[in-house]
């Protein structure tokens, strides 16, 4: 079993104390009411957003465009902080001091956390505002384990509406354009995931142009649907893109028929594809983003395809522009 994976809580009784253990589950069930908790429509329906922090200035500029679409589209914030498990580190011992030095090393652990946390949430007031913070359902996670293992796993519960996260850790070289853990939360999810460059400045009112980078494969209809639905409440302008560089006549053909599909589905939003020419797909996108003030980039990935290639890590380093711009990625 992976122990860096979150589980629920297990409770060993004795034999004969079944019975009791029971008893006083089932009163806590009932004196919390949960079962109107899972029947509450209202809690079902909210859309939910995940922050995964580390307490970087990263996740800070994260948090605050959370609480601010979180306010458009009143939606509740989980934070999760996973912080390292001191047992995994350390050598196989088996023999009782050891064993209670673990426990002793783990418990500082969860109080060093949170003790870090609690110096994050008045950060929070600081930066995003008490006012905010109080009109917004949030509630934080602390968790132990390797981020990106326990962050995925929590997706698979939580199922988050949207992920936002810093594009890196406070602990990643300066270099590294998009992190280590952000990436493999990308790879191992299909839920959207929203990744906020430190320079990049939430503007909940103002136009918000979108780019959409498209290379006409089967995702992007539902792509598509996610990204209006996530952006509904703000005042949008999409451009559907798809980068030309082999000058190729037919490709006009298919934006035409997806301009005609467009038009019939998404009749009530600003949404337009067209044909941008480059002689590089990068430069083409780098080209396309200044030329058209765009404040936000979004694609999805399909996974083992040429176009997810070009968006790889390592290609991203080279799209200088994109830095201070937002970058919305569907999984698919």
């Not at 995964?52 to 948090?63: G, H, K, L, R």
């Not at 996530?230 to 301009?259: A, Y």
């Not at 589905?265 to 020419?277: A, G, H, R, T, V």
Request: proline content about 5%; charged content about 30%; hydrophobic content about 35%.
């Amino acid at each position: 079993t992976n122990r860096n994976i979150p589980r629920g809580l297990k409770l060993k009784v004795r034999a004969n104390e079944t019975e009791k253990a029971i008893r006083v589950i089932l009163q806590i069930h009932k004196e919390y009411d949960l079962d109107k908790i899972e029947q509450n429509s209202s809690v079902k329906d909210m859309k939910k957003i995940l922050v995964p922090i580390d307490f970087s200035e990263y996740s800070i500029n994260a948090c605050k465009f959370a609480f601010g679409i979180a306010k458009k589209t009143d939606a509740e914030v989980k934070l999760l902080y996973v912080y390292e498990d001191p047992t995994l580190t350390g050598p196989v011992k088996h023999t009782t001091s050891w064993q209670k030095h673990e426990k002793i090393e783990a418990a500082e652990a969860y109080n060093k956390a949170q003790t870090s946390l609690l110096k994050f949430g008045d950060e929070l007031k600081e930066h995003v505002g008490k006012e905010m913070l109080k009109k917004t359902k949030m509630h934080f996670a602390l968790l132990k384990g390797n981020p990106e293992d326990v962050i995925v796993a929590l997706c698979k519960r939580y199922k988050p509406d949207l992920i936002i996260m810093g594009p890196k850790g406070k602990d990643e070289k300066k270099s590294a354009f998009i992190g280590s853990v952000t990436t493999k939360v990308i790879e191992h999810t299909n839920f959207p995931a929203l990744t906020i460059p430190k320079s990049a400045i939430y503007q909940g009112a103002k136009k918000i142009n979108i780019m959409y980078a498209t290379d006409f494969n089967e995702a992007d209809n539902s792509s598509l649907n996610k990204l209006l639905d996530i952006v509904s409440p703000f005042d949008t302008e999409i451009r559907c893109i798809h980068i030309d560089i082999e000058n190729d006549p037919l490709k006009q053909g298919k934006v035409d028929e997806i301009n005609q599909s467009l038009k019939k589905e998404y009749s009530k939003c600003n949404i337009q594809c067209k044909l941008f020419e480059s002689r590089d797909v990068i430069k083409g996108f780098e080209d396309f983003i200044e030329e058209n003030n765009i404040d936000l980039i979004s694609f999805s990935s399909p996974r083992r395809t040429l176009f997810y290639k070009i968006f790889h890590p390592n290609n991203l380093k080279k799209m200088v522009s994109t830095s201070k711009i937002p970058m919305l990625v569907f999984p698919v």
